[in-house]
């Protein structure tokens, strides 16, 4: 009989990382804290109660159990990862792309900004001092590779899906269902930031169960394999609800009521390079992007954060129509004037040469 341990299970993935371990003929744990339990977690999975962030609670509550499989969701990995050495067979870290140099500061890289897209060769932080959050995340993939060398670890990207924490698609489906005329977006919602939905996450982790001897020592980027620029992400919202907004483009440095949805106001891509999963694990979506943002959508009309309640302090939206209201007035003030004011635009055409007849050195316009 083959086990696995889910630490978490509970979150966006991993309902479908317990249907799928269980559909590979696992007999599946999960260990998580118990705060909330979800129906979509099938009723024959053991459940363990404890907190996943301190090795005494982990020793005390996982004894001296080993697992076929570990997969770590949540909790502080690093000390998962130590208290299971040598009891499971392969374990699987979820970290995050936030580890790598100057994914939260652009300026500490020249050019600045992350490259596009980004490898899973690219610097990540190195230091505590340099940024403390993302150091954390780096040096805890070291440490997991060091007590588990054989261990796999991934870089989630944003995640969406059922029971995220920080909903940003919820930002445009309230304004959608408040019949808002229009949503500020930084510099138009150009912004290009891989996604994933929670089922193509848990299917790219699965693969690693699948393939242990190609995926072994490895760090994997994921996400989706199409992804959408924020624009793009309130089109295919407002669509699937019915509704059109005006978008009032403002530049990041005032945009702030558009920073729920864009879950940062900086101009700068974090798009990630995919290539390595996709080649070595052949990773492919089993839900297309666009149907699975429709039925997050779906899932989020019926389930409903509370007006001010947690998860909209969280996304540090709070829907503020009136300085919305007196935002997109400046704005629509300024454009205003800068199309009253008028120049003759000096005439481009076409900079290469197009002769009338052969043998001619110029053409007609001297090219």
Avoid at 89 to 118: E, H, K, S
Avoid at 181 to 195: A, D, K, N, Q, W
Wanted: net charge negative; charged share 20%.
């Amino acid at each position: 009989m083959k086990t696995a341990l889910v630490v978490g299970g509970t979150g966006p993935s991993g309902p479908f990382l317990v249907t799928g371990l269980q559909e590979r003929g696992y007999t599946v744990t999960i260990f998580h804290r118990g705060t909330h339990e979800i129906p979509e977690i099938p009723a024959d999975v053991e459940h363990i109660h404890g907190d996943p962030h301190f090795r005494e609670t982990l020793d005390t509550a996982l004894g001296k159990r080993s697992f076929d499989v570990v997969i770590a969701t949540y909790g502080r990995i690093r000390v998962i990862a130590e208290a299971l050495e040598g009891r499971t067979g392969q374990f699987i870290a979820i970290g995050g792309v936030p580890a790598y140099r100057g994914y939260f500061d652009p300026a500490v890289n020249f050019p600045r900004g992350l490259p596009t897209p980004v490898p899973e060769t690219a610097p990540t932080v190195q230091t505590e001092q340099e940024h403390r959050f993302s150091y954390l995340i780096a040096s805890t993939e070291l440490a997991v590779l060091a007590a588990h060398p054989r261990g796999v670890v991934y870089r989630y990207p944003y995640v969406y899906g059922p029971y995220q924490l920080l909903p940003r698609e919820w930002c445009v489906i309230r304004r959608a269902l408040d019949k808002r005329p229009f949503i500020i977006l930084s510099e138009g919602g150009m912004g290009l930031m891989t996604h994933g939905y929670a089922g193509n996450l848990a299917h790219a982790v699965l693969l690693a169960v699948d393939k242990p001897e190609v995926a072994a020592g490895q760090v994997y980027n994921c996400g989706d394999d199409v992804q959408y620029t924020v624009r793009q992400i309130v089109d295919i919202i407002s669509a699937e609800l019915h509704h059109t907004f005006e978008v009032i483009s403002l530049p990041s440095e005032v945009a702030y009521p558009a920073r729920g949805v864009s879950l940062e106001l900086t101009p700068h891509h974090k798009l990630m390079d995919l290539q390595k999963i996709q080649h070595q694990l052949g990773y492919r979506d089993p839900l297309p992007a666009e149907t699975a943002l429709r039925r997050t959508v779906q899932w989020y009309v019926k389930h409903q954060p509370d007006r001010g309640g947690d998860i909209e302090q969280r996304l540090q939206d709070p829907f503020d129509y009136e300085t919305e209201d007196h935002l997109a007035a400046i704005y629509r003030d300024a454009m205003a004037r800068a199309r009253a004011y008028h120049r003759d635009m000096v005439p481009t055409p076409h900079p290469y040469p197009h002769p009338k007849e052969p043998g001619l050195v110029r053409d007609h316009r001297n090219r």
